[in-house]
């Protein structure tokens, strides 16, 4: 009866940390907002990086994993494509404005976690700089970049944007 009652004992105390009344749901809330580099599902993001050279200007087109929350799917894929393809394009007919310009791609898929937790808004932005100074900013929401109608153009507004001057 002793053992028994002992074990009963035991049992409550090693069960009373599981059912707690104070709740730790903010400690791994904030955990989880500070992951970056990987989904909320904990699959790595891919950093994809290309760069053109074009004499002594170099332009460097980056999918940052820091500041995205998702892989690319294949209609952010498809967008990239369409971008980095009529970039190539542009750059055959013209030069680069300056010597050092980077385009950074984020995708902000669910706002769960790191940046895109922070910035609360569902969308895929590309901020473009100029020998290492901001220069513009321009966003989408996913519905137009899946729609087949409407991603192109909007990888011609980006890149319409960022180097026409």
């Known amino acids: 009866?002793?053992?028994?009652?002992?074990?009963?004992?035991?049992?409550?105390?090693?069960?009373?940390?599981?059912?707690?009344?104070?709740?730790?749901?903010?400690?791994?809330?904030?955990?989880?907002?500070?992951?970056?580099?990987?989904?909320?599902?904990?699959?790595?993001?891919?950093?994809?990086?290309?760069?053109?050279?074009?004499?002594?200007?170099?332009?460097?087109?980056?999918?940052?994993?820091?500041?995205?929350?998702?892989?690319?799917?294949?209609?952010?894929k498809r967008f990239y494509d369409e971008f980095l393809r009529q970039l190539e394009t542009w750059l055959y007919a013209n030069t680069l404005p300056v010597q050092n310009m980077k385009i950074v791609i984020s995708n902000c898929k669910f706002c769960n976690i790191g940046y895109c937790k922070k910035k609360n808004v569902k969308e895929v932005s590309m901020v473009s700089y100029k020998d290492d100074k901001r220069y513009k900013e321009i966003a989408f929401k996913h519905a137009d970049i899946i729609d087949n109608s409407k991603y192109k153009n909007s990888a011609l507004s980006a890149l319409t944007l960022f180097l026409d001057n």
């Open 1 to 76: 009866m002793k053992i028994i009652m002992l074990l009963s004992i035991l049992l409550i105390l090693s069960s009373s940390n599981s059912f707690s009344a104070t709740d730790n749901s903010s400690a791994q809330t904030d955990s989880f907002a500070s992951q970056q580099g990987i989904t909320h599902y904990g699959m790595p993001i891919e950093e994809i990086k290309k760069s053109y050279k074009q004499q002594d200007a170099t332009l460097e087109v980056l999918y940052s994993k820091i500041l995205s929350d998702d892989s690319m799917d294949n209609y952010v």
